[in-house]
């Protein structure tokens, strides 16, 4: 099975600030990698698929990168309705396997 | 985008049964594959079932796999998950997710907002 680690595991950073989740695969998938928000008490929503692509609607404060093993989450100017945790998901192969998540709360 | 609801959640004992049902709307439903994912109270994401658009294929978690079976109705425009000799370790909030590709799963966009099943004596 492919592993996905995330790091942090969990953060605290002011409104407005820059924060950056890593997840890192324990083999190369290319560049299916996709990005969930998911709010206390709600379903997970899809922020970004194949890595860098943000869905529709998704605000811009939001994008990623990568490619092979390493993938970068940002969210470039925190906001406090951003509270949440956010899982990463590969589907390079059977079975699909998500991040443990990074819980991003507000300092 | 559609709206997927989930039912058929609630308590069972160990090596019960129980059948959760989406129904799927304001999608094409046969465009794509659906899946079975869950969260045990407090826990990550697990994956667990996905169904292809033409209902011919399925594909399972090991953790599932021969317990747990994954069906589509056309006719009612449903994803059902029929589970069998159930565990405390399937206690979990299960979500209905659509994929993108119609083979097989790819990424979840939209959810349900998920059917609570907890296993308990």
């Known amino acids: 099975d492919i592993q996905l680690t995330q790091s942090p595991s969990s953060l605290s950073a002011s409104v407005g600030d820059r924060v950056t989740i890593t997840c890192q695969a324990s083999?190369?998938?290319?560049?299916?990698l996709h990005w969930y928000q998911q709010k206390p008490g709600q379903a997970p929503k899809l922020l970004i698929y194949?890595?860098?692509n943000v869905k529709t609607g998704v605000p811009l404060r939001f994008s990623g990168s990568g490619s092979g093993t390493i993938f970068t989450f940002t969210i470039s100017s925190l906001q406090p309705e951003d509270v949440a945790t956010y899982y990463c998901?590969?589907?390079?192969?059977?079975?699909?396997?998500f991040g443990p998540g990074t819980k991003v709360e507000i300092k | 985008e559609g709206q997927l609801l989930e039912s058929g959640g609630g308590f069972v004992q160990p090596g019960g049964s129980q059948r959760l049902s989406c129904v799927v709307s304001?999608?094409?439903?046969?465009?794509?594959?659906m899946s079975w994912v869950r969260q045990a109270p407090g826990r990550g994401l697990e994956w667990v079932a996905t169904?292809?658009?033409?209902?011919?294929?399925?594909y399972y978690a090991d953790s599932v796999k021969g317990r747990f079976t994954i069906s589509r109705d056309f006719s009612k425009g449903t994803v059902d998950l029929q589970m069998n000799s159930l565990r405390a370790e399937d206690s979990a909030i299960y979500y209905c997710?659509?994929?993108?590709?119609?083979?097989?799963?790819?990424?979840?966009?939209?959810w349900g907002h998920g059917t609570l099943v907890t296993v308990s004596s």
């Open positions: 997710a659509k994929n993108q590709v119609t083979t097989g799963p790819d990424w979840f966009d939209p």
């Open positions: 304001g999608l094409m439903f046969s465009s794509s594959a």
């Open positions: 169904i292809s658009g033409g209902g011919d294929v399925t």
């Open positions: 083999q190369d998938i290319t560049n299916y």
């Open positions: 194949d890595a860098s």
């Open positions: 998901q590969q589907y390079d192969d059977l079975p699909l396997t």
